[in-house]
């Protein structure tokens, strides 16, 4: 085995697991920076938002959006504290049950989703898609989306990791 390898995996896959590895630690820290130095928002916050912007009635249930956001409800319960704080998410409760809470973005927090999009798009462009071949995209994202399949709350490997 040289340096370069991993035990049980081969030069290339060594290669592209540490390349990978620094990608979810690295692309994440500059996308938060952009976002709280552009925004005052974190990624997480700018997250949380999004995916509510994206669902009907721009709600979803607490547990949902945990699930959503790859969260801990604890963490979620303090974001959204801190979001509805600025007045750019309500809780409310599920009119079909009660004991549901649901997160709501509120007119102020579609607001801010749409300030801070074009930023993160930028940013999103030039750390990713700008260093990648256009034709290449497709296959990225294919071979991202099987990862995030597998690893995912859906995923194989999700019933070892309860």
């Given at each position: ?39 005052g ?54 009119p ?21 999009t ?11 898609f ?15 989306a ?17």
């Amino acid at each position: 085995m040289t340096s370069s390898e991993l035990p049980g995996l081969s030069r290339e896959e060594t290669d592209t697991w540490m390349a990978l590895i620094g990608t979810t630690m690295w692309l994440p820290a500059a996308l938060d920076l952009q976002l709280q130095r552009d925004e005052g928002i974190s990624h997480f916050e700018y997250g949380v938002m999004s995916a509510l912007v994206h669902q009907p009635k721009q709600t979803m249930r607490m547990k949902e959006l945990a699930r959503a956001t790859n969260s801990a409800l604890s963490r979620l319960s303090r974001v959204t504290d801190r979001l509805t704080a600025q007045g750019w998410v309500e809780r409310r409760p599920d009119p079909d049950d009660g004991r549901v809470t649901l997160a709501v973005l509120t007119r102020n927090g579609r607001r801010k989703v749409a300030s801070a999009t074009p930023g993160h798009i930028a940013t999103v462009r030039s750390l990713v898609f700008d260093q990648l071949p256009p034709d290449r995209v497709p296959e990225l994202g294919t071979m991202l989306a099987k990862v995030v399949t597998a690893a995912g709350p859906d995923g194989a490997c999700s019933s070892r990791l309860k």
